[in-house]
């Protein structure tokens, strides 16, 4: 067969690289940065499997089978962050989802240009900020002896607050710096999906006489359920990862508040840093990329046996 052709039963159709070929180089900056990020990186998972020696070298090192991971939940403190983890994430996700829908309704609903933009911009803005600018907002407010919160207690003749040492403030810090940091970017994504829907849906309701909650119950929210959906699986396959720069920025990885803010991400971190156990933080990695891929699929195979056409594979 001549170069450049290919057969399709009986026709052959003769391939332009002149057209094709600038789409492929267009696409290998791309295409090389997630072979070099996503894909080489990969080979890393045997340290999960090694008692990594630094003089040895990664290949050389013996391996110890699955005794990184029985020292990892052979620790006292492997439930905790595990429980941590998940409920911060399912609270994150409910949450977030509702919070970011009823934010992308509103603003949709907001008729004047300028002010759209302007609404945008600010809700926008946190998801922008990194954790570290944030913690130090955060900081602001809750330092225990120039904190704007305690500066007010003192002036009302209260008790000044220790936030750094009170586990029990923290669920609900950590949960409104997640939800006013990424509501932003979800809102943005269902705004997009509200913003497609035909205004013909809306003009029949509105002729029908049906009220502006009976048009959000009735067209927007089942006309936006595959946007939902697909971003709830997404959500789930990160249930067992956590944002390392909320959990460790934000309360400054006191160990006062270990037992409310330590999540995997954190605990692997700070394995590396104090105890260079490299065997056991790549065991950690990886039990999370099992469980959260385990997570994706079985979401996945619930929705599509509800609704199939919203799976998405």
Known sequence: MAAGTRTVGKKKIKIRWKRVLPMYLLALPGIIYMICNNYIPMFGITIAFKKLNVSKGFWGSDWCGL????????SSTTWTIIRNTILYNVTFIILGTVISIAA????????????????????????????????????????????????????????????????KYWPFILTFCNI??????????????????????????????????????????????PTVITMLILSVGRIFASDFGLFYQIPKNSGALYNVTQTIDVYVYNALMKNAD????????????????????????????????????
């Open 104 to 167: 992308a309704i509103l603003l949709n609903e907001v008729k004047n240009y300028a002010a759209t933009r302007f609404y945008q911009s600010v809700i926008l803005l946190p998801y922008l900020m990194s954790w570290v600018v944030v913690s130090y907002l955060v900081y602001t407010l809750l330092a225990a002896d120039t904190g704007l919160i305690n500066s007010v207690l003192k002036t009302l003749g209260m008790k000044p607050i220790n936030w750094y040492q009170e586990q």
């Open 180 to 225: 006013w940091k990424g509501t932003g970017y979800s809102m943005i994504i269902y705004l997009s999906s509200i913003v497609g829907i035909s205004q013909d849906y809306y003009e029949a309701a509105r002729i029908d006489g049906a009220t502006k909650w009976k048009q959000i119950t009735d067209i927007t929210l089942p006309l936006l359920k």
């Open 67 to 74: 005794d990184n991971f029985k020292f990892l939940f052979k």
């Open 278 to 313: 490299y065997g056991m933080s790549s065991a950690a990695s990886v039990f999370q990329s099992i469980v959260g891929f385990l997570f994706v699929v079985v979401a996945n195979a619930l929705v599509r046996k509800y609704s199939e056409e919203n799976a998405l594979f």
